[in-house]
């Protein structure tokens, strides 16, 4: 079983609506990623928390808001969305030691907008 | 810039048959990771193995192996005596850091459909 849990697993949203996609590690990992992953294609990084610093956003909208409260949680806040949003969105985390980084991902969250 | 190339699209086998996925990549970075990821209709990504450049020793875990050849950028990954629930959609991946974190340079995947 994965070590990132990740809430909901489905989320059917209208475009006028706000929500929030969870995820929750306890590896003691203090890097922690959102990606995007669209039918048929691999994932695409959104953003890349280190820290609980921001670090890396690859010019995803601002309808997608990223928040880390502390080094065990992530939070996508969703504002807005365009049916094109629709896609699953992983969450994700890792740690670098001596011999290396590995990401570990989560169950994803299946994310509907109508 | 990095490059991950799975020219397999699609493989379909039957049960109990060998099957090798291709992985080819480019990077200029002289230490990299490469990795191999399951992904089942469920959706979660499925760590697999990593592989570090400095460490060219093949692996083999069960009924997966892997062959990491530097000399020609390629990590390929066998499945021997496949079964059905194998069947999945498999990303080979490179690796860059980023800080503490890093970024992920993934292939466009192969679905391997396994039938009985």
Redesign the interface.
Known sequence: D?EVTQTPKHLVMGMTNKKSLKCEQHMGH??M?WYKQKA????E?MF????EKL??NESVPSRFSPECPNSSLLNLHLHALQPEDSA?Y?C?S???DR??????????S?LTVV | AQKVTQAQTEISVVEKEDVTLDCVYETRDTTY?L?W?KQPP??????LI?R?SFDEQNEISGRYSWNFQKSTSSFNFTITASQVVDSAVY?CAL?E????????T????TQLTVNP
Request: aromatic residues 22%; glycine residues 14%; charged residues 20%.
């Open positions: 994965t203090r890097a990623y048929k294609k691999p994932p990084l890349v928390y280190s820290y670090s890396i699953l992983l994700a890792s740690q670098w011999s290396g980084n590995t990401i570990y991902f989560g169950e994803g299946w | 990771y990795f990821y469920s959706g979660e990504l499925v760590f990593r570090n990303f690796s850091r980023e800080g503490n974190g890093s970024r992920l993934f292939g466009e995947g």
